[in-house]
């Protein structure tokens, strides 16, 4: 079984640049998550899925991140006019169900703003 | 707030010393689980260990932690630490109340680095 992959694995943007990262959860999961982890913050929460409806997108920064998922097999995060302070590891994530806890982590996409 | 506390920043041991990573929440929630994710050098966390019965040892890959909800913790020790236990290690709580979505709280991580 394929885990979750996500694309890039790295990317470099200018700022003020857009970028997009790329999920495909597990399949057969029906909850997609998204979190950015820095040395300084850990993981932090951006935003999540269940059976591709938006649930829950308190973590996200409302100006300039947006995220989709437009089937099942597919969500992506879109951050515009990147800064520097948005370079960071985003990972994403699935899991069976909302509450297990037990969620299976892509490797993540490091995304560095210069 | 609902919140978990890990051991801050980096814990060194050297190889075949005991270790132990702390870890304490504190929630409303009434129906909660744990977890121990382990993140190795440029990979993905992945579960090392999870619990949601209070005073129930759980093991795995030589790792061990119990739950005790009568001191809000769930700590995580190895007996003896070998080199590839260098890995940073999250503790999360997996909240939920009757009626309410739950949800998943992660404390801020430490980084575990054995020596030989």
């Known amino acids: 079984n394929a885990g979750v992959i996500q694309t890039p694995r790295h990317k470099v943007t200018g700022k003020g640049q857009e970028a997009t990262l790329w999920c495909e959860p597990i399949s057969g999961h029906s909850a997609v998550f998204w979190y950015r982890q820095t040395i300084v913050q850990g993981l932090e929460f951006l935003t999540y899925f269940r059976n591709q409806a938006p649930i829950d997108d308190s973590g996200m920064p409302k100006e300039r991140f947006s995220a989709q998922m437009p089937n099942q097999s597919h969500s992506t995060l879109k951050i515009q006019s990147t800064q520097p302070q948005d370079s960071a590891v985003y990972l994403c994530a699935s899991s069976l169900a909302r509450n297990t806890g037990q969620l299976y982590f892509g490797e993540g996409s490091k995304l560095t703003v210069l | 707030g609902d919140s978990v506390t890990q051991t801050e920043g980096l814990v060194t041991v050297t190889e075949g010393l005991p270790v132990k990573l702390n870890c304490t929440y504190q929630t409303t929630y009434l129906t909660i689980a744990f977890f121990w994710y382990v993140q190795y050098l440029n990979e993905a966390p992945q579960v090392l260990l999870k619990s949601s019965t209070d005073n129930k040892r759980t093991e795995h890959q030589g790792f061990h932690a119990t739950l005790h909800k009568s001191s809000s913790s769930f700590h995580l020790q190895k007996s003896s630490a070998q080199l590839s236990d260098s890995a940073l290690y999250y503790c999360?709580?997996?909240?939920?109340?009757?009626?309410?979505?739950?949800?998943?709280?992660w404390g801020l991580g430490t980084s575990l680095v054995v020596n030989p």
């Open positions: 999360a709580l997996s909240a939920s109340n009757v009626g309410d979505n739950s949800k998943l709280i």
